[in-house]
T-cell receptor, first 114, second 115 residues
Framework: DTAVSQTPKYLVTQMGNDKSIKCEQN?????MYWYKQDSKKFLKIMFS???????INETVPNRFSPKSPDKAHLNLHINSLELGDSAVYFCASSQFLDSSYEQYFGPGTRLTVT | AQSVTQLDSQVPVFEEAPVELRCNYSSSVSVYLFWYVQYPNQGLQLLLKYLSGSTLVKGINGFEAEFNKSQTSFHLRKPSVHISDTAEYFC?????????????FGQGTTLQVKP
């Protein structure tokens, strides 16, 4: 069973479109994260949620809106996609909101904006 | 605020040779330190972490790292690498208190193991 899953794995879309990426974890964790990995493999946190409450919002444009319907899911909706949004997006989860606990990463969603 | 610098972007090494991947960090508060590995087309996996206590930390797949507070370093080592160790390695840091779960990653080091 996959611990942290993301759909879709690949997403190709045109500028200006709106798209969503879904994330689910079956580990019983109460904290989930979204990270963005750019073309140079630099990895940066975007958001974190703890018990469905937004904890971290790292100066991400308003076009990005995370939504956590329950503790096991954290989806990422992106409006008006831009070329610079092309990246690999990783979802992660941890048992508690405490970085001493391991973060488990999903396989990533490669977003290509044309 | 914390920051991480991985001093080598690429490290080529022959199979069965030892390897060291270097990581320096900057922080005004106590930190936790981590090494993650990313195999091609996969997510990240934790190799090891330093929270407190012994400065020598052992992780999975034969890796170990040493926390050096005076030099603000957390270098990753393996005495004998395998082809399967070819991957991207990320050093990360987080504040040890006031926790938000936020990890700050370095730029990554590509380990290329050659036969």
């Amino acid at each position: 069973d996959t611990a942290v899953s993301q759909t879709p794995k690949y997403l190709v879309t045109q500028m200006g479109n709106d798209k969503s990426i879904k994330c689910e974890q079956n580990l019983g964790h109460d904290t989930m994260y979204w990270y963005k990995q750019d073309s140079k493999k630099f990895l940066k946190i975007m958001f974190s949620y703890n018990n469905k409450e937004l904890i971290i919002n790292e100066t991400v444009p308003n076009r990005f809106s995370p939504k956590s319907p329950d503790k096991a899911h954290l989806n990422l909706h992106i409006n008006s996609l831009e070329l610079g949004d092309s990246a690999v997006y990783f979802c992660a989860s941890s048992q508690f909101l405490d970085s001493s606990y391991e973060q488990y990463f999903g396989p990533g969603t490669r977003l290509t904006v044309t | 605020a914390q920051s991480v610098t991985q001093l080598d972007s690429q490290v080529p090494v022959f199979e069965e040779a030892p390897v060291e991947l270097r990581c320096n960090y900057s922080s005004s508060v106590s930190v936790y330190l981590f090494w993650y590995v990313q195999y091609p087309n996969q997510g990240l996996q934790l190799l090891l972490k330093y929270l407190s206590g012994s400065t020598l930390v052992k992780g999975i797949n034969g890796f170990e790292a040493e926390f050096n507070k005076s030099q603000t370093s957390f270098h990753l080592r393996k005495p004998s690498v395998h082809i399967s160790d070819t991957a991207e390695y990320f050093c990360a840091v987080s504040a040890a208190s006031g926790n938000t779960g936020k990890l700050i990653f370095g730029q990554g080091t590509t380990l290329q193991v050659k036969p």
